[in-house]
T-cell receptor, first 114, second 107 residues
Framework: GAGVSQSPRYKVAKRGQDVALRCDPI?????LFWYQQALGQGPEFLTY????????KSGLPSDRFFAERPEGSVSTLKIQRTQQEDSAVYLC????????????FGQGTRLTVV | KNEVEQSPQNLTAQEGEFITINCSYS?????LHWLQQHPGGGIVSLFM???GKKKHGRLIATINIQEKHSSLHITASHPRDSAVYIC?????????FGAGTILRVKS
């Protein structure tokens, strides 16, 4: 595709529900990142993949958060037993090679936990 | 203390004014990014730089590695420049972001 695509754009979940957020990176991009952006704040790192390998998951806030990229392209961020504090915009970004090349961002998924 | 600090947090300008947004960082970095985010929209990369100065249209970005400081300048500002401007630094495998500067340009 032309850019990074995320779905859904908006998700409302009841507290305790599991959610899955999808990211389609730019074709051929090796690096893929997930970020969490709370209202009025800058994004914060969650996790990083190089192809299918999850090389850094230091930013995942709890063991309820899980990310995968099984074939080195599409990635899914799963949040189990959602809590209100999980409400945020979840951004996906990809870059062609290493993390130090230009990153291209998706539109984000706005998650609201009620 | 945040690793990336931006100032100002909010900025209102009149159309045509010259605008400067500042970014200071406290960690070793391999590159610095300036990004633009419109309300409800995704993030667009404006610049990635590791030294000196870059220019694209009415936008200019500079970085001083010794002082750990970067500036984003907008010349002849226009209402369509209204957005959140975010400074981010490449640190290892990730980007570390500032909180952003909310810019509003009035006509």
């Amino acid at each position: 595709g032309a850019g990074v695509s995320q779905s859904p754009r908006y998700k409302v979940a009841k507290r305790g529900q599991d959610v899955a957020l999808r990211c389609d990176p730019i074709s051929g991009h090796v690096s893929l990142f997930w970020y969490q952006q709370a209202l009025g704040q800058g994004p914060e790192f969650l996790t990083y993949f190089q192809n299918e390998a999850q090389l850094d998951k230091s930013g995942l806030p709890s063991d309820r958060f899980f990310a995968e990229r099984p074939e080195g392209s599409v990635s899914t961020l799963k949040i189990q037993r959602t809590q209100q504090e999980d409400s945020a915009v979840y951004l996906c970004a990809s870059s062609l090679r290493s993390p130090n090349t230009e990153a291209f961002f998706g539109q984000g998924t706005r998650l609201t936990v009620v | 203390k945040n690793e990336v600090e931006q100032s100002p947090q909010n900025l209102t300008a009149q159309e045509g004014e010259f605008i400067t947004i500042n970014c200071s960082y406290s960690v070793g970095i391999s590159a610095l990014h300036w990004l633009q985010q419109h309300p409800g929209g995704g993030i667009v990369s404006l610049f990635m730089l590791s030294s000196g100065k870059k220019k694209h249209g009415r936008l200019i970005a500079t970085i001083n590695i010794q002082e750990k400081h970067s500036s984003l300048h907008i010349t002849a500002s226009h209402p369509r420049d209204s957005a959140v401007y975010i400074c981010a630094v490449s640190k290892g495998n990730k980007l570390v972001f500032g909180a952003g500067t909310i810019l509003r340009v009035k006509s």
